[in-house]
Every structure is written in C-alpha cells, then in structure tokens.
C-alpha cells in the first residue's frame, strides 16, 4: 500500500511539474505577444517623449504600487545615461517633495488603468508647475492620459497572473517602454562609451570602460626586452629575471617585432639541445597580438580570452609601433575585473 501510495505522489508531482512548466511557458509566451503588439505602437508621441526627456532640466517618474517599482528602476535609468532624474513617490509629493518638481521639468506618471487616486491628486499640482506630462497607461481614454502631454500606451492582451489582476505583463511593458526611452534618449545626447564610463566608476560595468592597459601595465625596467639578435640564452634570462612568463623582441629602434613566451623555450628544448646558433628572431612568434596603452581592461580581457587558443600575455605598443609594456591575463584578474 505505501509503495502504492509512493507512485500515486510521484505521478501527481509529476503532473504538477508539467503543468507549472506548461503556465511559465505561457506567460513568457504572452509577455512576447505584448511586446510585439508595443512595437507597432511607437509613434510621434514616443519621438516627442524622447525630445522632452533630453531637454528636460530634470525628469521625474512616478507610480504606486508594482508601478513604483518599475517608476524606481525607468529613473535609475535614466540617471545613469546623464539624465538628470528621480523618483516621486506621489503621496511624499503632496506632503512637500513636489517641491523639487521646476518649470523646464517632465513629469513621467506610470498606471496600468490610468486612474490612480495618488496620481490623479497630484496632477493638478503638476500643472501649476508648468512641466511636461508624460503617461504610461494602458487606458488611452483615462483620466491621466486625458490629462497629460504626451500619452504612450502600455497595451496588453491580459495579465499572465491567473486572474487577470496583478501586475505582471503590464509592469515588464511599461519597464520595456521607459528602457525604449533611455536608449534613445543615450542615442540623441549621442553619448560615448566613455560619457557612461563616469557614471560608473566602480564595479565591473566601471572597471571595464574606465580602467586601462596603462593602469597596471609592466613599463620601464620591469619590461622584459630582447633585441632580434639576441641569444636564446639572452631571452631565457630576461624571461627568468622579470617573472613575466615572455619576453618582448625589438629591433634597434624599439619597435616590436615578436614575442617569446616560456612555453616557447620549453618546446624548442623538447626538440633540440642545440640552441647555440639559434637568435631570438628564429624562434620568436612574428607580428604578435599588441595593444595601445589607452585599450580598456574589458577589450583587452576579450582579445586574450576570445579566440581558439587564449593567450596570456599580450605586449603593449605606442602609436609608432615601439614595445612600452606588457600585460597578464592574472595582472587583469587581479585588478578585479
């Protein structure tokens, strides 16, 4: 009877299992129907939204509840891209915050229903500002939307919450549409790399755009160098004496002409014990992988890690071709990247 009642449960559980996967997959499966229906809606207001958000002094999103949280994230956003922005909570707003709210400013309010009694309590406020309105909603015919500037609808088919109440397609819509929002806002400041870079100095967004090869490159007298008519045994001492696992190989000029790895060292003495007559230029490898000093760490972590074989080290060279130091893949590591 327990064995019995065993295989009962594991059927059930089972069952189970398949119909919870079975609903995930149809949530997914909605939230990409809305999302494609919100690609067909981008029109002029969404074109003039982006315009006001640029010029804007400063921007502001609000929202109650699930929409709070994505008001929250749209202006983390937007921050981030060098727009100056914040989130108000409506109620905090009637009780002085809207005092930061200036004529010059927009205003983004998110509603799923386009009623919302905080945010309804607030517009009138809003409007004696003199700010731009801009809405989020899924009720073009609402009283925000009524009310606003400009109206950008949020349209879903239905919640993939079971009974079609909480908010959870309408909230990644509305998420879609503020990050639609930033990306051309980003597009039309025509911000650079490095524009974002200092808007993130820390973390491993920031160290991969603000850190570069210059920063913890091996230069000077710690710089393993050969010459092309240097000795096997030249290389194998400058290998040994500056820990790097390689040495540079340059002509008389300076200008980088190969490279010699131990490894390198390691293999040709596999094959011959008679390295007497040999000169760096025989056994170094021709025209290695170099960057400039200014590479970003991330781009030069790419260029080692992403490619057949990865390679550990990689020379570093000045706009006229001269070898001025050498990088790790563990020195890149260890910065914390």
């Known amino acids: 009877m327990?064995?019995?009642?065993?295989?009962?449960?594991?059927?059930?559980?089972?069952?189970?299992?398949?119909?919870?996967?079975?609903?995930?997959v149809e949530s997914i499966d909605?939230?990409?129907?809305?999302?494609?229906?919100?690609?067909?809606?981008?029109?002029?207001?969404?074109?003039?939204?982006?315009?006001?958000i640029t010029t804007a002094k400063q921007v502001f999103v609000s929202g109650v509840g699930k929409s709070g949280l994505i008001a929250q994230k749209i202006a983390a956003t937007f921050t981030s891209i060098?727009?100056?922005?914040?989130?108000?909570?409506?109620?905090?707003?009637?009780?002085?915050?809207?005092?930061?709210?200036?004529?010059?400013?927009?205003v983004i309010l998110?509603?799923?229903?386009?009623?919302?009694?905080?945010l309804v309590r607030i517009l009138p406020y809003l409007k004696k500002r003199k700010v731009k309105i801009i809405s989020i909603v899924t009720n073009t015919q609402s009283f925000l939307a009524n009310n606003s500037d400009?109206?950008?609808?949020?349209?879903?088919?239905?919640?993939?919450?079971?009974?079609?109440?909480?908010?959870t397609t309408s909230a990644l819509v509305s998420l879609a549409i503020g990050d639609a929002l930033a990306v051309c806002a980003m597009s039309m400041k025509n911000m650079t790399v490095e524009d974002f870079a200092q808007n993130h100095p820390l973390g491993q967004i920031g160290k991969n755009i603000t850190m570069t090869v210059a920063d913890i490159m091996h230069k000077g007298k710690a710089l393993p160098l050969i010459?092309?008519?240097?000795?096997?045994?030249?290389?194998?001492?400058?290998?040994?004496?500056?820990?790097?696992?390689?040495?540079?190989?340059?002509?008389?000029?300076?200008?980088l002409k190969g490279i010699i790895t131990d490894g390198d060292i390691r293999r040709l003495l596999n094959k011959t014990d008679n390295v007497h007559g040999l000169k760096a230029r025989d056994i170094m490898t021709i025209n290695p992988i170099a960057v400039k000093r200014e590479t970003y760490?991330?781009?030069?972590?790419?260029?080692?890690?992403?490619?057949?074989?990865?390679?550990?080290?990689?020379?570093?060279?000045?706009?006229?071709?001269?070898?001025?130091?050498?990088?790790?893949?563990?020195?890149?590591?260890?910065?914390?990247?």
């Open 2 to 24: 327990i064995n019995i009642a065993n295989k009962l449960l594991t059927i059930a559980m089972r069952l189970n299992t398949k119909e919870i996967i079975k609903q995930a």
């Open 30 to 52: 909605l939230t990409q129907r809305s999302l494609e229906l919100l690609k067909k809606r981008f029109d002029r207001n969404f074109t003039d939204a982006v315009k006001c």
């Open 82 to 106: 060098g727009v100056p922005s914040f989130f108000l909570h409506p109620v905090e707003a009637l009780h002085g915050d809207i005092g930061m709210v200036r004529k010059g400013d927009v």
């Open 110 to 118: 998110l509603s799923k229903s386009g009623t919302t009694d905080e």
């Open 150 to 167: 400009i109206v950008l609808e949020a349209f879903i088919e239905r919640e993939s919450c079971p009974f079609n109440i909480a908010p």
């Open 227 to 255: 010459f092309t008519h240097s000795s096997i045994k030249d290389a194998l001492i400058e290998i040994t004496d500056k820990s790097l696992g390689c040495v540079c190989v340059v002509d008389k000029n300076g200008i």
């Open 297 to 337: 760490l991330g781009e030069a972590l790419s260029i080692m890690e992403n490619r057949s074989s990865q390679i550990n080290v990689l020379p570093v060279i000045s706009s006229s071709g001269k070898c001025i130091g050498v990088i790790r893949l563990h020195d890149i590591v260890r910065s914390g990247l």
